[in-house]
C-alpha cells in the first residue's frame, strides 16, 4: 500500500459536477465516490471539489462547515468572491464552492439543464483550479470529467501553469462523447481562456460546427485522457466520437479505456438497509422475500412467486433505448412476466410519454411505471427483480447491469460499450463458459431484443438449476474497483513520475 506522502502515494484531485450520494445524477456521481474512495484505500491522498448547490443531499455530508477564507476568483473581467465549505462525502474530503456572483449559479434547484450552463461550470471550472492554486497544494494528478470540468485543463495549461501552478498532470475521463460542451467561440472568454489563441482546429475548435468544443480541449490539453470501458474506447474512435473521432485518434497514445467499477459498499445485498431482508448468493431467501415485498408495496399481482420480474433503472433518453424500453413491457406481459421501470426523464416529450403509458397501464397488476428519481426504490427493485434490462443505444459502461448482476438479477442487454465488456451471453460458445452471465443482443430491434427476452424467460422457466446457478455465479462476479483502480493508478503514476523527473 502507498502512503500520502511519499514516492508512491499521490495527491489526486477530482473537480466534478457530481458526486454520490451527495449529488448524483448518473453514472458520474457514482464513478467519483467510488473510484475515490478505491484510490484513497489504496493510500493515496484523495480530495473532491464539487459545486455547493441548493439541491444537493445535505444530509449525506459529515462535519459541513464554511472555511475561513475568500477565494476570488476571474469571471467576465471582474473577480468574484467565493465561500469555501469543506466536509466529508462516503469518507472523502469535499470543497463545495459557493460562488457570491449574481448569476447564483448553483441555486437553481437543479443540477443541469439551466439556460446558462456553459457559464455556470466554466467558473466553477476556474474557481475551483483558482482554490488549487492559493491553497499552494503540491496536487501530483487533477482529474476532471465531462464537458463540465473539462475547462479545467485548458485552464490549467493555459493560464495557471504561467504562474508558476505547473507541478500536477491533468486527467480528464470522457464518460460520454455525446455530451461535448459546444457553444460560440467568444463564450470561451468568460472564464479567461484565450480565445484567438484557441479557436483552432488542432485546439479547442469543434470538427464540424465552427463552434468551440471543450471536450475537445480538455483531449487535446490533458496528459491523460480515458474513458469508461474498453469497447467504448474502440467505439468512439469511429461514429461513437460524436464528430471527435480525429481528435482522438490523433491523441491516441494518451487515450485508454478502463471499465468503471461498482461501489461495492454501497451496492452489497448482504448489507444494504435499504432492503427488506439482506441476503446473499449462498442464501437467497431473501431475494424473494424483496421480491414479495417489492409487489406488495407497487401492488403487483403475487399469486405466483415464481412469476418472473424484470426491471429496469435508467434515466429515460434517447441513447438508453427509450423504443425498447417501451417494447418491453409488451413483450413481457406477452410472457408472462412482470416489469417494474423506475426512470425519468428531461426531455419533456419523453417524460409525457412515458405518463401516458403509465396510466394506460395503471390497471395492469403487472406493470409499474415510476417515473422519478428514487434511490431507495433503486436498490429494491435490484434486489427483487429476476432479470435487469439495458437494452441502450450505446452505453459508454453502465452501471446498472453490474449492480443487478451483484443484486442476482440476469441482466439481458444490448451488446454496445461497456455492456459488451461486462454481460456475456449464456448461450454463446465462443465465450468460456464460466464467464456467461446474461443475455445479449446486437441489433437494435424489436426483434433481436425480444428473442433475447425470449431466451432467458425460456430457461428461467425451464431450468431453474441453470437459472438459480447463474444467479449464484452473478452475485460472486468481483465488479468492485480493484481491478480498474490498478489501472488509474499505473497510468497516474507514470505520468507523475515524469512530471517529476522533468522538474
Ligand atoms: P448514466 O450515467 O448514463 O445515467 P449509468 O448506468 O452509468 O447510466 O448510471 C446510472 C446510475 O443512476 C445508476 O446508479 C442507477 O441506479 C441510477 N439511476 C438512474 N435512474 C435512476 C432513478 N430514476 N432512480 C434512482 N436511481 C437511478
Redesign the pocket.
Known amino acids: 500500500m502507498a502512503l500520502p506522502g511519499t514516492s508512491s502515494g499521490l495527491h489526486i484531485v477530482h473537480i466534478a459536477a457530481e458526486m454520490?450520494p451527495v449529488a448524483?445524477?448518473?453514472?458520474?456521481?457514482?464513478?467519483i465516490s467510488g473510484l475515490g474512495k478505491a484510490l484513497q484505500k489504496k493510500g493515496h491522498l484523495v480530495e473532491i471539489i464539487l459545486p455547493k448547490y441548493d439541491c444537493m443531499q445535505h444530509n449525506q455530508i459529515n462535519n459541513l462547515k464554511v472555511l475561513d477564507v475568500v477565494v476570488k476568483s476571474y469571471f467576465e473581467g471582474n473577480m468574484f468572491a467565493n465561500k469555501i465549505w469543506t466536509g466529508t462525502v462516503e469518507g472523502l474530503p469535499v470543497y463545495f464552492i459557493e460562488p457570491q456572483h449574481p448569476g447564483k449559479f448553483f441555486w437553481r434547484a437543479q443540477y443541469y439543464g439551466e439556460h446558462d450552463d456553459f457559464k455556470r461550470f466554466s467558473y466553477f471550472s476556474r474557481v475551483a483550479l483558482e482554490l488549487l492554486y492559493q491553497s499552494g497544494k503540491k496536487v501530483d494528478i487533477i482529474h476532471c470529467h465531462d464537458w463540465q470540468t473539462a475547462f479545467v485543463a485548458p485552464l490549467y495549461w493555459d493560464v495557471y501553469a504561467n504562474l508558476g501552478f505547473n507541478s500536477a498532470r491533468i486527467c480528464f475521463t470522457c464518460?460520454?462523447f455525446e455530451y461535448q460542451g459546444i457553444a460560440p467561440a467568444q463564450d470561451l472568454a468568460y472564464c479567461g481562456l484565450d480565445v484567438d489563441h484557441l479557436d483552432r482546429p488542432d485546439r479547442m475548435r469543434d470538427n464540424s460546427h465552427g463552434r468551440i468544443n471543450v471536450v475537445k480541449g480538455a483531449v487535446v490539453y490533458s496528459n491523460i485522457v480515458t474513458t469508461?470501458s474498453p469497447t467504448y474506447a474502440q467505439e468512439v474512435r469511429s461514429e461513437g466520437g460524436r464528430g471527435l473521432q480525429d481528435t482522438l485518434k490523433v491523441h491516441s497514445k494518451k487515450f485508454v479505456g478502463i471499465l468503471?467499477g461498482?461501489d461495492t459498499d454501497t451496492w452489497n445485498p448482504s448489507t444494504d438497509r435499504f432492503l427488506k431482508v439482506q441476503y446473499s448468493a449462498n442464501d437467497l431467501y431473501g431475494k424473494s422475500a424483496n421480491k414479495a415485498a417489492l409487489r406488495k408495496q407497487l401492488k403487483l399481482a403475487s399469486t405466483q412467486a415464481s412469476q418472473p420480474l424484470v426491471g429496469c433503472?435508467?434515466?429515460l433518453?434517447p441513447?438508453?433505448g427509450v423504443h425498447l424500453i417501451r417494447h418491453a413491457i409488451y413483450k413481457i406481459t406477452e410472457l408472462g412476466g412482470q416489469f417494474v421501470l423506475?426512470?425519468?426523464s428531461p426531455v419533456q416529450h419523453i417524460q409525457r410519454e412515458f405518463e401516458g403509458i403509465a396510466d394506460q397501464f395503471q390497471n395492469n397488476n403487472n406493470v409499474r411505471l415510476?417515473l422519478?428519481?428514487?434511490?431507495a426504490?433503486?436498490h429494491m427493485i435490484?434486489a427483487a427483480s429476476d432479470m435487469f434490462i439495458?437494452p441502450s443505444m450505446f452505453?459508454?459502461?453502465?452501471?446498472?447491469?453490474m449492480?443487478a448482476m451483484r443484486y442476482g438479477s440476469v441482466p439481458v442487454v444490448r451488446r454496445t460499450g461497456?455492456l459488451n465488456d461486462s454481460v456475456f451471453d449464456l448461450d454463446d460458445e465462443t465465450i468460456p463458459m464460466e464467464v456467461r452471465n446474461g443475455f445479449t443482443f446486437l441489433k437494435a430491434d424489436e426483434q433481436d431484443f425480444g428473442n433475447a427476452l425470449e431466451r432467458a424467460f425460456n430457461y428461467y422457466h425451464r431450468k431453474p438449476e441453470v437459472w438459480k446457478q447463474l444467479v449464484q455465479k452473478d452475485m460472486k462476479i468481483d465488479f468492485s474497483w480493484d481491478t480498474s483502480v490498478s489501472q488509474y493508478e499505473e497510468i497516474y503514476q507514470k505520468t507523475a513520475t515524469r512530471a517529476r523527473a522533468a522538474a
Open positions: 454520490a448524483k445524477v448518473g453514472g458520474l456521481a457514482d464513478v464518460h460520454n469508461v468503471n461498482i433503472i435508467t434515466r433518453v441513447q438508453k423506475l426512470g425519468s415510476l422519478k428519481y428514487d434511490d426504490l433503486a435490484f439495458v452505453e459508454p459502461c453502465g452501471l446498472t447491469q449492480v461497456g
